[in-house]
């Protein structure tokens, strides 16, 4: 079945540090989302893509935050300029409107996650 | 703003016996919730869903009912068993569409 995956599993960065978390969606999907987990938090929504434009942000997702569709496959979260706070777990997610054949419309499929650590 | 409490944290229960999780929105708005089941190592993902103009739903041994005018949800798990053990969430969203928002997680865990 497909599926969502993301890369690396766990990223190590200097505080200050730009990173680029990457996720490939699976490959029919038009929808795509960023959610982040910190420890002991809950999952909260970062930002929804769609058509090359975003289409919904959070206030967590400032000027530090950026996505980008590079090519037909990819979908990448870049922190430019990390701070400690930053550490989690990131969630991408992706959809499209028509759901499995009789599951949900626009249901959501995650990603196992990128755990990343700022020091 | 838009939260999403549940409760409780933390759920051991015996083999066999019923699981229930429980959960209150505060944005009126909102019309669709899905709960999500996370295993270790893996994203969450979707188990069982209910839509604001339904007040149950039952699948195989999973079910989840709805309140809405006391904004009111809640996952029961029957006959439960050692593979139901992960973290569970529940959430909202003004449609399928829109973004999730999660509660804060049950981990339940099955004593055999």
């Known amino acids: 079945e497909p599926e969502v995956t993301q890369t690396p599993s766990h990223q190590v960065t200097q505080m200050g540090q730009e990173v680029i978390l990457r996720c490939v969606p699976i490959?029919?999907?038009?929808?795509f989302y960023w959610y982040r987990q910190i420890l002991g938090q809950k999952v909260e929504f970062l930002v929804s893509?769609?058509?090359?434009?975003?289409?919904?942000k959070s206030e967590i997702f400032d000027d530090q935050f950026s996505v980008e569709r590079p090519d037909g496959s990819n979908f990448t979260l870049k922190i430019r300029s990390t701070k400690l706070e930053d550490s989690a777990m990131y969630f991408c997610?992706?959809?499209?409107?028509?759901?499995?054949?009789?599951?949900?419309?626009?249901?959501?499929?995650f990603g196992p996650g990128t755990r990343l650590t700022v020091l | 703003g838009e939260n999403v409490e549940q409760h409780p944290s933390t759920l051991s229960v015996q083999e066999g016996d019923s699981a229930v999780i429980k959960c209150t929105y505060s944005d009126s708005a909102s019309n669709y919730f899905p709960w999500y089941k996370q295993e270790l190592g893996k994203g969450p993902q979707l188990i069982i869903d209910?839509?604001?103009?339904?007040g149950e739903k039952k699948d195989q041994r999973i079910a989840v009912t709805l309140n809405k005018t006391a904004k009111h949800f809640s996952l029961h798990i029957t006959e439960t068993q050692p593979e139901d053990s992960a973290v569970y969430f529940c959430?909202?969203?003004?449609?399928?569409?829109?973004?999730?928002?999660f509660g804060s997680g049950t981990r339940l865990s099955i004593r055999p």
């Open positions: 490959s029919n999907h038009l929808y």
């Open positions: 893509f769609y058509n090359n434009e975003i289409s919904e």
């Open positions: 997610a992706s959809s499209e409107p028509l759901g499995r054949r009789g599951g949900t419309p626009h249901e959501q499929f």
């Open positions: 959430a909202a969203q003004y449609s399928s569409a829109s973004k999730i928002i």
């Open positions: 209910i839509r604001s103009n339904v």
